[in-house]
């Protein structure tokens, strides 16, 4: 990674977690829509310590209807979306103007979505996006290390969340080989005993997904 400066390398890493972040949780706020709406005992609440983020709803209507679009809350989807945005702004000479402006078209379907009477219509048209989003990378980005970092990223995200949403112990795994195919070819400094050791942990019984969330999250310096 020696041509490709810190700055660069942190700005990549984060670009490709937000937009992981972001389609994540629209995939999950998609499987709680309907049961949310129709459960006799809030569970918005526990979606919310999973995500470790301040539950700021009155309620569950407000949950849904705001916490996809409400810019003012720095944990809305679409704040984590405008993140992406920001890092892919800066990066616009590596991953070219049709790469970015698929998360500029990501976050005006969010604020349609808003509008909209249906909004899970419009929130598909997000993940639309951030699908085209990264064939674009793919296509646009010469530089196989800015590539690789990115796409790394991505997994140690999608790691993160599956860890936080409990998903299930061979969904996480295949994430994790992913991830480790990947993250060899950043030149990243990262700890190389984190993805073993998550793989011990997912084995456990009870899967002590908190430990493995730290470790995840400490994986890679950048």
Same mark, same amino acid.
């Given at each position: ?74 944990? @809305? /989807?679409?704040?984590?979306?405008? +993140? ?6 800066? =990066? #616009?000479?590596?991953?070219? $103007? *049709? ?27 997000v993940i639309d996006d951030l699908f085209a989003f990264w064939g ?11 590539? @690789? /970092?990115?796409?790394?990223?991505? +997994? ?6 599956? =860890? #936080?949403?409990?998903?299930? $112990? *061979? ?9 480790q195919n990947r993250i060899v070819r950043t030149g990243l400094d990262y700890d190389e005993t984190a993805i073993p050791r ?25």
């Open positions: 990674m020696s041509h490709i400066t810190t700055e660069k390398a942190n700005q990549l890493f984060w670009l490709g977690r937000y937009v992981e972040r972001v389609y994540t949780t629209v995939i999950e706020y998609f499987k709680g829509y309907d049961r949310m709406i129709d459960e006799a005992t809030d569970s918005y609440p526990e979606f919310c310590r999973r995500m470790s983020i301040p539950n700021v709803c009155a309620d569950k209507e407000a949950f849904l209807s705001n916490y996809p679009s409400d810019d003012s809350n720095p944990d @809305s /989807i679409i704040s984590n979306l405008i +993140r992406a945005y920001d890092n892919a702004v800066v =990066l #616009r000479d590596d991953i070219g $103007s *049709d790469t970015l402006s698929y998360i500029q078209l990501a976050i005006y379907d969010m604020r349609k979505a808003s509008l909209a009477s249906a909004p899970l219509i419009g929130l598909q048209a674009c990378l793919d296509d646009r980005v010469a530089d196989y290390g800015e590539r @690789s /970092i990115a796409k790394a990223a991505r +997994r140690v995200e999608r790691v993160d969340l599956y =860890l #936080r949403f409990g998903m299930p $112990s *061979d969904a996480i795994s295949y994430e994790l080989r992913r991830l998550i793989n011990e942990m997912l084995s456990s019984d009870p899967v002590p997904y908190a430990e493995a969330i730290e470790t995840i999250e400490s994986m890679v310096r950048v």
